[in-house]
């Protein structure tokens, strides 16, 4: 990985290049692209977990939930998901259709990479209608539901820094093989335009990641997409989140073997990299792009709205290791206001669909 970055910085005439190239290099790359190499990255043995690793009963009650939309919309049951990892999700959400709802349903998964497509067909039994496409366009006209999951904080990002009232761009250089930052000031038009859209102002000192790439991927979500919803599950800041004195330096982290790492820089190629995502702008791009905005619910949120109570048992087991504890473990570590679904957030957003009714009513007590 190394030797390639060095060809890559070395060819620029800067001699550097901005964090989005780095980015790119070390997920994407077909051969040393962290996301692409033929090694584990969910779960105990990986460098990170996702929800659908923590239990099957978040793919299930997804399934749920558009099994009680489609009808409602008249949409197709058709469901697409854009970087389904390992497949967890996929599995969970088909053996919940499988044995709840019954009628047949096209899954479609977006997967760029070679080890992922490879697990996802060696966990999905291969009686499910399942199509593994490479690029989003692949799917032709779409009606129904696109889904992600962690997708978007893995886009490659710039990342820009105020000092003494000026803007310069966080640039990435190489000497020795070790890999170092160097600001240069800010030129790039597209990122004067995401501060000025996003009507974020910069104090001195603070760092912000712009996820250029982002609106690409929302207007390919929409191109494809005729009618249905769009639901985004991913982490990120509001407008308002990123003036709070801890994001001065921003949310660029790296994850190896379960740590955070504050250096990207560091194990290149070996880690996952992530970033908060800009929700204000997200939104506003997928207004722009025929995206019309539904809700932005924390995960829990949308699970308890989705009925997920219903799935609690409530008689007691008082073996720990049965399937009954681990199901109602699982349920109550995504619906505690300290667990892992209070650092998520669900955005619905829909295109051709007038009814805004997503969610069956709250039954009165």
């Not at 966990?123 to 399942?130: G, R």
Request: aromatic share 12%.
């Amino acid at each position: 990985m190394i030797t390639y970055l060095k060809s890559l910085i070395s060819s620029s005439p800067t001699n550097l290049i901005s964090y989005a190239e780095y980015i790119e290099a070390v997920l994407y790359h077909p051969d040393y692209g962290y996301y692409m190499k033929d090694k584990q990255k969910i779960g105990s043995k990986g460098d990170f977990i996702t929800t659908s690793n923590i239990f099957d009963i978040y793919g299930r009650m997804v399934a749920k939930w558009f099994a009680s939309v489609y009808k409602k919309h008249d949409l197709e049951p058709n469901f697409c998901e854009i970087g389904a990892g390992n497949g967890r999700f996929a599995h969970a959400f088909l053996q919940e259709w499988e044995n709840s709802i019954k009628t047949p349903i096209n899954y479609m998964i977006v997967e760029s990479s070679p080890y992922h497509l490879k697990l996802q067909n060696e966990l999905i039994p291969s009686h499910h209608n399942v199509i593994q496409v490479n690029h989003l366009d692949e799917l032709g006209c779409f009606k129904g539901m696109v889904f992600s999951n962690e997708l978007f904080d893995a886009l490659p990002v710039h990342v820009i820094e105020k000092e003494n009232g000026q803007l310069y761009e966080v640039m990435v250089g190489i000497k020795n093989e070790t890999l170092y930052e160097e600001k240069v000031l800010l030129t790039n038009p597209a990122i004067y335009s995401f501060l000025e859209e996003s009507m974020l102002e910069l104090k001195d000192n603070q760092r912000i990641e712009v996820p250029l790439l982002m609106e690409g991927m929302i207007l390919d979500i929409s191109r494809v997409l005729t009618k249905g919803l769009v639901v985004t599950a991913d982490y990120g800041y509001t407008k308002e989140d990123w003036k709070h004195p801890s994001r001065m330096k921003g949310s660029l982290r790296g994850y190896y073997q379960h740590q955070m790492i504050d250096d990207v820089l560091e194990h290149p190629g070996e880690m996952d990299i992530t970033t908060h995502i800009h929700f204000d702008w997200f939104i506003q791009k997928g207004e722009q792009a025929e995206l019309v905005f539904h809700s932005k619910l924390r995960q829990d949120e949308f699970l308890l709205k989705a009925g997920i109570l219903k799935e609690l048992e409530n008689h007691y087991d008082p073996n720990p290791f049965s399937e009954v504890s681990k199901r109602n473990r699982a349920i109550r570590s995504l619906i505690m206001p300290s667990g892992i679904s209070s650092f998520f957030h669900l955005i619905i957003q829909q295109k051709g669909i007038i009814n805004t009714d997503h969610f069956e009513e709250e039954e009165e007590e």
